[in-house]
């Protein structure tokens, strides 16, 4: 039988309580590193993205798209 590890805490439950001010620089900080994590790694999420969805199996409906289908 497999053990059940025990629930982890939450990392934002483990922070600290933050001024206003540390609050707003710590977001400021995190939405930087995401987005310039995303310029010098895009083109390598892209492509493993595009694998994943290529490795999975598309179902096949016989029946034709209706208006809600359409993609605009």
């Not at 987005?35 to 595009?50: E, H």
């Not at 199996?57 to 993609?71: A, C, F, I, W, Y």
């Amino acid at each position: 039988m497999k053990r059940r590890r025990p629930p982890q805490p939450d990392l934002l439950d483990t922070l600290p309580p933050l001024s206003d001010e540390a609050a707003v620089a710590l977001t400021g900080f995190l939405a930087e590193l995401a987005y310039r994590l995303d310029g010098k790694f895009l083109g390598q999420i892209l492509r493993y993205r595009n694998r994943q969805r290529e490795d999975q199996p598309h179902p096949r409906s016989t029946t034709p798209p209706g208006p809600t289908d359409l993609p605009f």
